[in-house]
């Protein structure tokens, strides 16, 4: 008789919704500048304020954390139009997340922050670059943009990285012990991104092979990554 097959597993990816409450936001150095603007609301030195840093820093976490307190509406960059802008400032707070180069319409940032600045509305942008950096074509919004106060937050340090790693098991409902983490801790890319996909992937191969998460799976899969 010919072998036996025995049929592969399937994985399916199933979303894992993020916490991203005050309450479980990691604190450390790195964001130390971040979260002192977000707990430091209303009394910022500008109504108008850039967040500034990395994939995976934070950003969008400490966005959310904001919003919830200040009754902030959320839109990402790309997304703004002229016509929208009005009822994205109803609440007299906005989120403005992802602002990068040559991806959103310029004259609709512009008309943004004139309306906020005429209705004392706040806005935090956030973006991986800062302002200075960007290339923009109209000669009034570079000027604005440039004179928003920038916070920027930084990679993780070790003890930060750590806690990280373990937050990301914990929001997909892994149990790790502290062999996993502090192997991944040592070998992976000193970043929330590079985390986030190792502790991913980890979830998803233990499904498909029916394995626990173990420093030995952590092992095989990074070394075939």
């Known amino acids: ?26 604190e450390g150095p790195a964001n130390a500048a971040g979260l002192a603007l977000i707990d430091g609301w209303p009394e910022w030195p500008n109504r108008i304020m850039w ?6 820093s ?6 959310a954390i904001w919003a919830a307190e200040a009754g902030a509406r ?22 403005v997340e992802d602002l990068k180069a040559k991806d959103f319409d310029e004259r609709a940032l512009f008309h943004l922050m004139n309306l906020a ?14 302002p200075a950096s960007l290339d923009i074509e109209l000669h009034d919004l570079r000027s604005r943009l440039r004179a928003v106060p920038v916070v920027t937050l930084l990679p993780p340090d070790d003890q930060l990285f750590r ?3 373990v937050k990301f098991c914990a929001d997909r409902q892994l149990t790790v012990d502290e062999s996993v983490v ?15 996909q190792a502790v991913e992937l980890l979830d998803s191969e233990a499904l498909r092979l029916g394995r626990p998460v173990t420093r030995a799976l952590a092992a095989e899969l990074l070394r075939d990554a």
């Open 51 to 56: 967040l500034a840093g990395p994939e995976g």
């Open 117 to 130: 600045r005429e209705d004392g509305a706040y806005i935090l942008f956030t973006g991986r670059e800062v």
């Open 182 to 196: 502090s192997y991944l801790a040592t070998r992976l890319e000193r970043s929330s991104a590079a985390a986030r």
């Open 163 to 165: 806690g990280l790693i």
């Open 1 to 26: 008789m010919a072998g036996r097959v025995h049929p592969r597993q399937l994985a399916f990816s199933l979303p894992h919704a993020e916490s991203l409450s005050r309450d479980n936001f990691l």
């Open 58 to 63: 934070g950003k969008s976490h400490l966005a």
């Open 74 to 95: 959320s839109t990402t960059a790309n997304a703004l139009t002229a016509a929208g802008v009005p009822g994205a400032l109803a609440t007299g707070a906005l989120v």
